[in-house]
């Protein structure tokens, strides 16, 4: 699997170390995260993740997607929200450690 193999090389921030990977993907596509956020912002739902605007660390992002579960009472658990953050960041933050 060479995307796991690169992950392992990128410095991961230490919260999402044992983050699920696969889990957090999957969640992000049965939540239709990316679908909500089109209905508010007119692309394809992923140029909200904006590595440049309020959020700028890994904890914040953490909070923002705990945000999310809160308000959108998507009832996610604690590791389910750092799984899901963790593959944010690997796809679109890229934040270090
Ligand atoms: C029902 C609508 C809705 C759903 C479902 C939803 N979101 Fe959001 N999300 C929003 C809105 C609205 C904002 C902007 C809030 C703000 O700026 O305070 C937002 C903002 C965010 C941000 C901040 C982006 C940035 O860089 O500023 C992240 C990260 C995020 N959502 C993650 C998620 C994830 C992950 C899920 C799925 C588990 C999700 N959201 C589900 C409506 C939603």
Redesign the pocket.
Known sequence: MAAAGAWAQTPVPAIFKDADLKLGEQ??A????????A??WADDGKA????K???DTAGK?RG??E???T??N?G?FPEE?TA??AV?NRD??RFGP
Do not use: D
């Open positions: 969640l992000i049965e939540h239709k995260c990316n679908q909500c956020h209905m508010k909200i993740y904006r590595p605007g309020a959020i992002l923002m997607v945000g999310c579960n308000r959108m998507l996610l929200v899901i953050s944010l679109h933050y």
